[in-house]
């Protein structure tokens, strides 16, 4: 429920991503969480895309599951709760739930695990101190 | 496992779902799913879009799970497994595995559940006999 | 040049739009033209959304035409100008032009011919009196 | 016209792609041009993947045209006619036109400038000879 989360994004639905149904088709929930976690990433203190420049960090998401409990349409606005709810020694667990502004009721709930990537050498490795530490700060 | 599946659709990933990392964008995966079942529904006899446009019957994605395994680029050709594993009184569920043209490693595996919706009534609604029989008898 | 718009629309570019190259795939460019536009009639009051579900008026793209001039990427934060330059009896002409914040070099230029469209008949039909009136307000 | 254009590229519209009124939203056109124009280079020899991953040819869109005439719906099977109807020294121009299987009446005319682009001195280079020997030869 939203008081779980301390940080939202919030975005306004596109005309190009609502369906024939008029409902925003469901492929673009993953890119509202991307969008959101980069938000957040922000929030926190962590520039992704320098941090992927620089090669100081990368991520890819291994699972995500997604509940869509009712619908968005467009021109709503939608606030995108974003909290990271655990971080392994390579791995992170990140909980979203979407309402539209203003409602209580929940549009949408998805949960994903990242890998963090070392892109040059294409494989999984240990998250960063700064990284762990800036989120603990911020969750706790 | 590739052997799962009586139904595979083959695609070839377009440039613009790529991004920055060459790969093809998470995203894109839901879209991969809803057109290689609205191709399996084509194979068993039914034809989605004459079904909801005359109101006989129509769905809505209500939970869903993807793991990405390894990763898909820019003009490869996958091979997506669909079949519907079961049917419930108002709902059903579908899996999905996605392979490389000619490679036996998995790229992507997903489930996900729709219920059969009215779209008059905006509430779900029994499964149609004509749509069990058909999907019987194919995955069996 | 920016002297020429009085309407911008601000956005950042979302990972899911760079391609390969780590530039804004061109096709969400007429999506960024489209979001802008919906943001650029909420500004001069008009709700398009409400407008297009009470069949007040809608709107078909004809003709457009883009000028990729500079590259956009991954997290940069665009300024998109909007302008009714023309209404016709029938069709409106807009103009577009985008710009990094904070920045005087173009990225991206665009124009658009939309017609006034009649969602029951199927047809053109003359722009409303409303919508002139308050465009001319705006621009003169 | 159809006689215009000695390839033909086929593909049916997703689901994904259509927008609240039905039909194909227009930001995927650009998209459709852009797979249209891989298969084209396929179909005369040239492996666009491979040509940009050595480094031997990539290419930059300057400047597109596009003309809506009639709709796309979902599930509609399109074929889309490519020609390059001018090699010149860094740039080459294509020409595309839309039209639903089966029928002669054209969907969507576009226009497109693509400039020869070398990816690592970021600027555009004259038009590798193979490129112009092997479209001379398919258009001619």
């Known amino acids: ?3 779980d989360f301390r940080f939202f994004h919030r975005l306004r639905v596109r005309y190009s991503e609502v369906d024939w149904q008029g409902i925003v088709f469901n492929a673009h929930y993953l890119t509202y969480m991307d969008v959101a976690l980069t938000e957040y990433f922000r929030n ?3 520039d992704y895309k320098q941090l992927a420049q620089e090669g100081k960090m990368d991520m ?3 699972k995500t599951t997604q509940e869509f409990i009712s ?18 020694r390579t791995s992170y667990n990140v909980e979203f739930e ?8 929940m549009v949408f709930r998805g949960q994903t695990i ?4 070392d ?14 530490s800036l989120v603990q700060a911020f969750e706790h």
């Open 1 to 3: 429920m939203r008081s």
């Open 44 to 46: 926190i203190g962590l």
């Open 60 to 62: 890819a998401l291994v």
């Open 71 to 88: 619908s968005a349409m467009f021109d709503d606005e939608l606030e995108i709760g974003v909290r990271i709810s655990h971080v392994g």
């Open 98 to 105: 979407i309402y539209k502004n203003g409602f209580e009721d």
């Open 114 to 117: 990242y890998v963090n990537y």
């Open 119 to 132: 892109p040059v050498k294409r494989k999984s490795e240990t998250v960063p101190d700064f990284f762990r």
